[in-house]
């Protein structure tokens, strides 16, 4: 399954899939799906080239539909607490680490890796303009329930606002959030890079996997 690179109809789909005609739909729609099918798979082969051994990538998309704002794969990388997710927006190619809470307990346990991991997060974070960090709570009535900090903005006082966010929320009785920690490839970027995407996003999902292992 050869792949040559993720073309700007790729990211636009998601934009204007509602006014598509039924045949154009299906034809962009199913573009998109073998172009990050084939994707996943040469990071696969990337993988077992490289370590003989094998990269577990989630490839149907049974999920993905016309509502789908995202099309994404999931790294079956057997952490207890976090997974490794690729996804492809209107706006980027991302692959984070997830950290995910739904109970007190386990937010505050997110907070003591931010805190008693600071150093090593900022030298993952630091190591790219494309790393960020994004904390998003699913509490819908709040006029600000996200929170991002990219590579570009990280110090002390940026760093401890994003803690204290966090903080504020779980004071709040609303624990229930998703922590991302990765790269976020933007759409000129992976349409300049290429066949070369392949091995970009390899290697990016490779860093994410140590930073979990780092910090966990």
């Given amino acids: 399954m050869e792949f040559n690179g993720l073309t700007g109809v790729d990211f636009d789909y ?12 299906e034809r962009v729609r199913n573009d998109l799906k073998m172009h990050f099918r084939a994707l996943c798979y040469q990071m696969q082969k990337n993988h077992h080239s490289k370590t003989g051994g094998v990269l577990e990538l989630q490839r149907d998309f049974h999920s993905f539909n016309k509502k789908s704002t995202d099309i994404y794969s999931e790294y079956k990388g057997g952490f207890n607490d976090s997974k490794v997710i690729i996804k492809l927006d209107k706006d980027a190619l991302s692959i984070e680490a997830i950290f ?10 997110i907070i003591d890796i931010l805190t008693s991991k600071k150093m090593k997060l900022w030298e993952f974070v630091l190591s790219s303009k494309f790393m960020h960090m994004h904390v998003e709570f699913s509490k819908k009535n709040r006029k600000s329930n996200e929170l991002k900090l990219n590579s570009l ?39 300049k890079q290429g066949k070369n995407l392949v091995n970009l996003s390899y290697n ?7 930073m979990i292992e780092k910090i966990s």
Wanted: glycine share 2%; aromatic share 14%.
């Fill in 153 to 191: 903005e990280i110090n002390n006082k940026n760093y401890d606002n994003f803690i204290l966010f966090i903080e504020n929320n779980i004071k709040e009785d609303n624990f229930i959030f998703n922590l991302k920690i990765g790269y976020s490839y933007p759409k000129n970027e992976c349409i």
């Fill in 100 to 109: 995910s809470s739904s109970t007190k307990d386990e937010a505050y346990k």
């Fill in 204 to 210: 990016s999902l490779i860093n994410v996997k140590e």
């Fill in 14 to 25: 998601f934009k204007n899939k509602d006014k598509l005609a039924k045949e154009e739909y």
